[in-house]
């Protein structure tokens, strides 16, 4: 399932709701210091929508704070640089950016086990068949059939790595196979310390944000990182691998001093697209919106999407985010809140040595 079929295609029935396509969104419209609607663009024509009530920005955590530059909000400084008139002084938007960021392992299977058989064009038809017509076989998966949440150091209160196991050696992040039979292991870290920030290129929506994610910047998120490519090598030196692991492709064999694991993940790290806290909730100087996703100083806009979180959770983003738009909406309608619960977790273990 995704948020469109479980939320939008139900709605789209209702007569208070259209969806436009093929647009845009250029500016935020304002009165004074209030929202009032919305400009865009759409087949080159510039077109405005009114609210009547509150405009709600969803861009997520790239989009927004670049719509809310080119609307007038953000640092005033920064904004007259780009000869955007100032509607409110916010110094944090665009700030904060945190994302996380993931290694891969891939070695080679010595068995004819994994993904690499559905290459062939035939079996690919089969499967996607299959799965069409009985909801069974490989294109039930999506492909991660195993993972877990791993600590780099017993110490720790929670988990700071994600593992993510994939049979099949993919490039360029899943838009090519290597070729013959292998699998990936994915190490993630969940809590970076380091932060970027999102600016302007220029004032046009259609130019993309500029994006400075500051990976690898703090010291501690390039211990955490090698350490948890250890782990995930030591994961695969397990017994109950041995029949399946093969050559080490990648980093390879010879990439195992700190200096020479490090020199490896900066220069193969990728991101899988969690980022967020660009528009960070607080009360501080540098927060954005208020407990309800209200953006300071103005009124009627809300932002209501990942940049909103203060710190990046460890764990995906996309259920968190489903339920800032959920507790938002109970909010704008005036709903009480759920009651809270407390949700236990994590049982130690430890890795036998190989």
Excluded at 38 to 58: G, S
Excluded at 224 to 252: D, H, N, S
Aim: overall charge negative; charged content about 25%; glycine content about 10%.
């Amino acid at each position: 399932c995704s948020a469109a079929k479980g939320y939008l295609v139900p709605a789209l029935k209702r007569p208070n709701l259209e969806v436009i396509t093929e647009a845009m969104t250029s500016r935020i419209l304002f009165k004074d210091k209030r929202a009032i609607g919305v400009e865009y663009i759409q087949k080159q024509k510039i077109k405005q929508v009114y609210a009547d009530v509150e405009v709600l920005l969803c861009g997520g955590a790239v989009n927004s704070p670049q719509t809310l530059m080119l609307s007038g909000i953000g640092n005033g400084e920064y904004l007259k640089k780009f000869g955007i008139d100032v509607v409110a002084d916010l110094p944090g938007v665009g700030q904060n950016m945190q994302d996380h960021l993931d290694v891969m392992i891939h070695t080679e299977c010595l068995q004819p086990v994994t993904l690499h058989s559905q290459m062939n064009p035939l079996r690919a038809l089969m499967t996607g068949m299959q799965y069409i017509f009985a909801k069974k076989g490989l294109g039930t998966s999506n492909g991660l059939e195993a993972g877990g949440f791993l600590k780099t150091r017993p110490e720790l209160e929670m988990p700071d790595i994600q593992i993510h196991f994939l049979a099949a050696i993919m490039k360029d992040h899943a838009r090519g196979e290597s070729g013959g039979h292998g699998f990936t292991t994915h190490v993630c870290q969940l809590r970076p310390e380091s932060k970027g920030f999102i600016g302007l290129h220029s004032t046009d929506p259609f130019q993309h944000a500029l994006i400075q994610p500051n990976y690898l910047e703090s010291q501690t998120d390039r211990d955490v990182m090698r350490e948890g490519l250890r782990i995930g090598r030591k994961i695969l030196e397990q017994p109950a691998m041995a029949a399946f692991t093969g050559k080490e492709q990648a980093p390879g064999a010879d990439v195992q001093s700190d200096s020479e694991i490090d020199e490896w993940i900066r220069a193969n790290a990728e991101t899988i697209y969690h980022p967020v806290g660009t528009a960070k909730m607080g009360n501080d100087p540098m927060a954005v919106v208020d407990e309800r996703c209200r953006v300071r100083g103005v009124e009627g806009l809300r932002v209501i999407d990942a940049s909103v979180m203060p710190t990046l959770i460890g764990g995906n983003t996309n259920a968190p985010t489903i339920m800032i738009a959920e507790k938002i909406s109970d909010d704008i309608l005036g709903k009480a809140p759920l009651p809270s619960e407390d949700v236990s977790i994590v049982e130690d273990r430890a890795l036998a040595s190989a």
